[in-house]
Structure formats: C-alpha cells, structure tokens
C-alpha cells in the first residue's frame, strides 16, 4: 500500500542519450519516471498499471523489493508496443540513422519496434492499456492520499481521477497526453480539469490545445484555471511556470544547471516530486521546488532507476540552489 499511486506508462525503454552510450532495454515509462520522483524524497510509490506479457516480471520483482506496491500492475495476455526509444528528437521514424551516431546497428529486439501512430485518441474507445475502474486496487481507498496520472490516453484521464478521488485520493496531479491536446478536445476539456489539483503540459501541448484562440501562456494558464485546474504548470525547455490562478500567484521555476543526458522523463520525476512536496506543505511553490530536484538527477543519469539513492546531503543543497534561483511573475 501507498500514500501515493503513480497511474500511466510502464515501458521497455532505449535510451539514446544526448552524450554517452545507449542504455538498451530497461526499464522505463513515465509512470515509472514519476514514482521515481516519489522515491528520491524517501516515499513509496505505488504502482498501478497495464503491462502486455513482454514486459520482464523480474523487473517487478525489483521494484517491490525497493518496497514499492507493484499489486496494481495487471499483466493482460493481449499484445501491444510496450518499448520507447527515448532519443533527443521529438519522433523517431527511422531507427538505423538513430543507432548510427551512436556506432551501433539497430538492436534485434528492436527489429519489428513499431513507432507510435500519429493522430488523436478516440474519444469513446478503449484500447488494451486504457485503464478501467476494474484495474485499480483495494489500497486506493485504504492509503492513498494523492494520485499521479502520468500522460496517457484520453479515456484513462477523463474517467479515471474522479473514480480515485471518490475511492480516497484526494489530490489528483495530471500530465496532459498529447493525444488529446487538441482544439478537438476543448469541450471536453472543462470536465476532464473538474477540481484537479495541478495540471502539468508542456508549452508546445498548451499551444497545440489552443490553436487559434491565443498562444500567449499566460492566458492559456488563466484560461485552464477557470476550467478547473488548481495549479497549472507548463514546462519549457529551461524550467518550469508555475502558477496559483486563482490566488494569482506565478513563479518560473528552471531546470538544475546541470548537463542533461537523458531525453526522457525529466518532468515526470518533476510531477512524482511535486506530488511529494504538496503533500508535506499544500503550497505549489515548494512543491515545484520538490519537483525541480528529482527532476535533476533524473536528467543527469541514463535510465529510470540510475537516479535513485542520492545523498540526502546533496539534495538538501540543491533544493537550497534551486529556491534561490526562483523567478517570482506577476
């Protein structure tokens, strides 16, 4: 059991660093990265997910004896694209002149890896991952007290929360999935935002889902508050805008300076972190400053698990580094 559930992505992951050599199948996913972010701060992180039957058992094996809940991870017979190249390019289409710069062929168990299709997620249908009430476990209304859903489809995150809200969780934190950011979907959009407590997107989904109405971020942050989000962050390449709507409260926060080499998962450890930091003091300042450090030894390490166990001395002095370098905005 978990004070804090972590809902989305567990995947077989290959990591193509911005320097260094790839990390080939390993464990990875956002869901993954964002309990990460949980455990940095000495918390257990429960899992709560679907896995088609190719992703490795022994990985779970190792996460529970870390002391994380793998209970809410269902493995299903049906088969899907459970692997992610996570590279420093936003899509990946041709896998030979990737693994090139790298001096490698293309791994053999890479060899039928089916990239994402572009488009929209359905609105009305489920597919194998979405997650159904079905899937979530007993210890949600037992332990829980926050939930993390990490990007995902549409239908995961427009009927799940309310439901683990109603079974105990009272905080909902939700990363936008970009299969849904979309002018498409802005009717929907005020039901999916109902009371969640903080929404997390990048700036380029922020724009993406406003097309044509406004890509001033300011307006955008205003406009997702009166939807129903109590706190919005929106991510940019160098950190973080973090804002109160409602209480007209804003902050930038940045990104540690420290060289990145992983592509993936930097701002899901942010939200696993922030999940920490609000729960120990309701205030989204410091619960981005929470984020903004596990962010940063997630970006620093290849691989999900690589950044876990930091000297509690050093993340005291980069929380102590990263609260000087806050922004204050009006």
Not at 37 to 59: C, D, K, M, S, Y
Request: aromatic share 12%; glycine share 8%.
């Amino acid at each position: 059991m978990s004070t804090y559930a972590v809902l989305g992505a567990l995947q077989r992951e290959y990591v193509l660093p911005y320097e260094g050599q790839p990390m080939l199948d390993i464990p990875g996913g956002e869901a993954l990265y964002a309990a990460v972010g949980v455990a940095l701060w000495e918390q257990r992180p429960g899992l709560i997910n679907r896995i088609p039957p190719t992703f490795p058992q022994a990985w779970l094996d190792e996460l529970a004896a870390r002391g994380w809940d793998v209970q809410g991870v269902r493995r299903l017979s049906e088969r899907w694209e459970d692997r992610r190249i996570c590279a420093p390019q936003a899509r990946v289409t041709a896998l030979a002149p990737l693994f090139a710069r790298y001096g490698l062929t293309v791994p053999l168990s890479l060899l039928d890896y089916q990239p994402p299709p572009p488009g929209l997620d359905p609105k009305r249908r489920a597919r194998p991952w979405t997650l159904r009430m079905t899937d979530l476990p007993g210890w949600l209304a037992e332990e829980a007290r926050i939930a993390v859903f990490t990007p995902y489809d549409f239908l995961t995150h427009f009927l799940i929360p309310a439901e683990v809200r109603r079974r105990g969780a009272r905080h909902v934190l939700l990363m936008a999935g970009s299969g849904y950011m979309h002018p498409a979907f802005r009717a929907e959009m005020p039901s999916l935002l109902l009371d969640i407590t903080a929404f997390f997107l990048t700036a380029t989904q922020a724009r993406a889902l406003f097309a044509g109405w406004t890509d001033d971020l300011r307006d955008i942050v205003q406009l997702l508050g009166q939807w129903g989000a109590h706190t919005v962050v929106i991510f940019e390449p160098e950190g973080a805008h973090v804002a109160a709507p409602r209480e007209d409260r804003a902050w930038f926060v940045p990104f540690y300076p420290t060289r990145r080499r992983n592509p993936c998962g930097r701002e899901a450890a942010f939200v696993g972190g922030f999940a920490v930091g609000y729960l120990q003091h309701y205030d989204p300042l410091r619960a981005a400053l929470y984020g903004a450090v596990a962010a940063s030894f997630v970006q620093e390490t290849l691989g999900a698990l690589q950044a876990l166990d930091p000297l509690p001395e050093l993340r005291t002095a980069r929380f102590e580094q990263m609260a000087s370098l806050v922004q204050r905005r009006a």
